[in-house]
């Protein structure tokens, strides 16, 4: 399962793990969300998250700062009337769920903290990782469900540069339903922006990107169509993207991020930060 594993990690930014989780535990995490949906926030609590949006404009709420340790709910721009009230079915209504399913959700915490995910992280020469984030995408069918080209290290930041992505499909990728596109080698150059919490505390932006979106060429990404119940490997300085599902059903992804603590520093500007008197949860020690 892990054979030159990291091999194909360090020269790609990336690597395919096959057949890493059973049809029996995919259904069992797809079925949690679906239990997760039942229990959705009423009208008044609930937040538009929209990923296309290169400004992040929607990211930069309190309610995205305080949803690190939390399980909230992140809704599509334009599933709600201006009541409140959803227009499409509430499975059909959201963007994610995050970000803090590995400790807080029983089934998505014995999936992150099991034997093979420690193995991967062990194969990449994670000494002391620990976990600052994890969440359910759903990629529904329409536009709004792109995400734009980015490096998880503008989210997840260390000196030295530390952040991996294990990235869990839940239904088959493909071109049409939004499988992940990579730029191969981009990890190699370094990390292109940062969002931060903002140094101005007199302005109504909580978070800010250090720069604007740079752009990067479509020709130069490869498309990664991978079967589900397989986890692809995302180091945090490979640039990726997803288009919209294009197909009429939806595409499921549970994913998280580690980074490395020993001789590492976690940026104290990140938005995800340890709540008072706690530390992320350690992905080797549970
Ligand atoms: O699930 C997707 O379509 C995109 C996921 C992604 O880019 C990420 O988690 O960094």
Redo the contacts with the bound molecule.
């Keep these: 399962m892990f054979d030159d594993l990291r091999r194909k990690f360090e020269t790609d930014g990336y690597a395919v793990i096959e057949g890493f989780f059973s049809n029996e535990e995919v259904e069992e995490m797809k079925n949690e969300a679906l239990n997760l949906i039942k229990q959705m926030p009423n009208a008044a609590e609930r937040t538009e998250f929209d990923a296309s949006n290169s400004d992040g404009e929607q990211n930069k709420s309190k309610y995205f700062i305080d949803s690190s340790d939390k399980i909230s709910y992140f809704f599509e721009s334009g599933a709600f009337d201006p009541n409140g009230e959803l227009l499409v079915a509430p499975e059909l209504s959201l963007n994610k769920i995050g970000h803090a399913l590995h400790e807080l959700n029983s089934v998505f915490r014995k999936y992150t903290f099991c034997e093979r995910i420690k193995e991967a992280a062990f194969q990449l020469g994670f000494e002391d990782p620990v976990v600052p984030q994890s969440?359910y995408?759903f990629?529904n069918p329409g536009k709004s469900?792109e995400?734009m080209a980015?490096q998880?290290a503008t989210y997840i930041h260390t000196e030295p540069t530390s952040c991996v992505?294990f990235?869990i499909p839940l239904d088959d990728t493909t071109i049409e339903n939004?499988c992940?596109w990579f730029s191969r080698g981009s990890h190699k150059s370094g990390v292109h922006r940062r969002y931060i919490r903002n140094p101005d505390k007199t302005s109504e932006d909580l978070l800010v990107f250090t720069s604007p979106a740079p752009y990067y060429q479509k020709s130069n990404f490869t498309a990664v169509p991978v079967k589900k119940g397989s986890c692809i490997l995302?180091h945090g300085q490979v640039v990726?993207?997803?288009e919209p599902n294009k197909s009429k059903t939806p595409?499921n992804?549970y994913?998280f991020h580690i980074v490395e603590q020993k001789n590492t520093k976690y940026s104290e500007d990140n938005w995800a930060q340890p709540k008072e008197g706690k530390s992320f949860m350690s992905l080797y020690r549970n």
Aim: glycine share 12%.
């Design positions: 969440m995408i990629k469900s995400v980015h998880d992505g990235w939004g992940l995302i990726h993207f997803s595409r992804a994913t």
